[in-house]
């Protein structure tokens, strides 16, 4: 069974304070690994796919990195608006459907 | 990315009856799409797949005749929970498969609380 587990579970940064969140990952075959952002009382927002080990993408503050068992989200410089929840996901290759990890709950101070 | 939208965005209802929330795809046509329900503090939980004109595939443990899913057009998915007792109260978030469902897309999700 797939599983996802992200770490830690809350964090609570300075303004500026730069860190990263940690997504550890189980999966017969990796087709993607992916990254969301969910504001309290919305959706998931859409951020990255990753595909393969070595893989780094970015937008704006936040760069996603992956290797073959863990996935990296790094916030730089945070900013207030970037306080939320953000959430990790795996699809197999044998399969359409999301494993999603319980998220990880950033709050920013400014 | 693709747009989603959900109505309503929030219901209350007694104890017994039936809600019914819609998913629509806004800016793109597919022939899947899925119902999510979370709890809070818990991540998303899938609870079933909707196929444009078939019968949705459910998850283990979600039971079909209480959360009615029709998938009648390539743009619009409903989800019905019938018969809505407290323990259903959740979060209820659709989304769409894009790009050959290599990414899916959420709605803003439908807060239903049970009375």
């Known amino acids: 069974e797939d599983q996802v587990t992200q770490s830690p579970e809350a964090l609570r940064l300075q303004e500026g304070e730069s860190s990263s969140l940690n997504c550890s990952y189980t999966?017969?075959?990796?087709?993607?690994l992916f990254w969301y952002r969910q504001d309290p009382g919305k959706g998931p927002e859409f951020l990255f796919t990753?595909?393969?080990a070595g893989e780094e993408k970015e937008k704006e503050r936040l760069k996603a990195t992956l290797t073959k068992k863990e996935s990296f989200l790094h916030i730089t410089a945070p900013k207030p608006e970037d306080s939320a929840t953000y959430l990790c996901a795996v699809r197999p290759t044998n399969d359409y459907k999301l494993s999603f990890g319980a998220g990880t709950t950033v709050t920013v101070r400014a | 990315g693709a747009v989603v939208s959900q109505h309503p965005s929030w219901v209350i209802c007694k104890s017994g009856t039936s809600v019914k929330i819609e998913c629509r795809s806004l800016d793109f046509q597919a022939t899947t799409m899925f119902w999510y329900r979370q709890f809070p503090k818990q991540s998303l939980m899938l609870m079933a797949t909707?196929?444009?004109?078939?019968?949705?595939?459910?998850e283990q443990g979600v039971e079909k005749d209480k959360f009615l899913i029709n998938h009648a057009s390539l743009t619009l998915s409903t989800l019905t929970v019938t018969s809505a007792h407290p323990e259903d109260s959740s979060f209820y978030i659709c989304s769409y498969g894009a790009g050959g469902w290599e990414t899916q897309y959420f709605g803003p999700g439908t807060r239903l609380l049970v009375l």
């Open positions: 990753l595909y393969s």
């Open positions: 999966v017969s075959g990796l087709r993607g």
């Open positions: 909707s196929n444009e004109g078939s019968k949705a595939t459910y």
